[in-house]
């Protein structure tokens, strides 16, 4: 029985590797989200459903994809949907604390191996998630750095790191780990 079963869910395991973006068992509450996203870089915002009915929607994952590009040679990653809902509940954090819809300022998202080398002076990591579609540098219009580096660790990402000279939140679906950058 054991065997079977373990078969059973390694040939689930083997499609879900199969599909480009599984879709994530949610509850009713979830059932749509939407961002309302900035980007500085290029003055280009994602205002839009991105999950409905129970999946992502591929048209909008597709242009998130492009808004999340890396900005500095135009190259366009296949971004890992897990950091579009660490960003969602972000959102959801300021809505039930201030009641406002904030809009977030994504300051880097994907980035090729190039732009990473050329970032690292500025403290990239050498095997930075963001090469794999897998992290995001945030902040939030209108409000400080505090309540972002508040909220940040308890919204589902694995890496947290708080930049508090740049004013940022970096938030990836890596392992679990945290790090802070004091103010001087
Ligand atoms: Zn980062």
Redesign the pocket.
């Known amino acids: 029985m054991t065997v079977g079963r373990r078969q059973v869910l390694s040939g689930i395991a083997a499609s879900a590797l199969l599909l480009a973006r599984p879709a994530l068992a949610v509850t009713s509450e979830e059932d749509v989200r939407a961002l309302r996203l900035y980007n500085p870089h290029t003055d280009e915002s994602f205002r839009d459903i991105y999950y409905a009915d129970g999946g992502y929607l591929p048209d909008a994952l597709s242009r998130l994809d492009v808004f999340m590009r890396d900005h500095h040679s135009g190259s366009v990653g296949l971004m890992d949907p897990g950091v579009h809902d660490i960003l969602w509940r972000l959102q959801n954090r300021y809505l039930q604390v201030y009641g406002r819809e904030v809009t977030i300022n994504i300051h880097?998202a994907f980035r090729t191996r190039e732009t990473n080398e050329m970032l690292r002076p500025e403290g990239?990591a050498q095997n930075?998630?963001?090469m794999r579609a897998k992290?995001?540098?945030v902040s939030v219009q209108g409000l400080g750095i505090y309540f972002l580096a508040d909220q940040a660790p308890r919204v589902g990402a694995g890496g947290c790191?708080i930049y508090m000279r740049s004013q940022f939140a970096?938030l990836?679906t890596g392992p679990k780990r945290s790090w802070t950058q004091p103010l001087w």
């Open positions: 880097s990239a930075s998630l963001h992290a995001v540098d790191g970096h990836d």
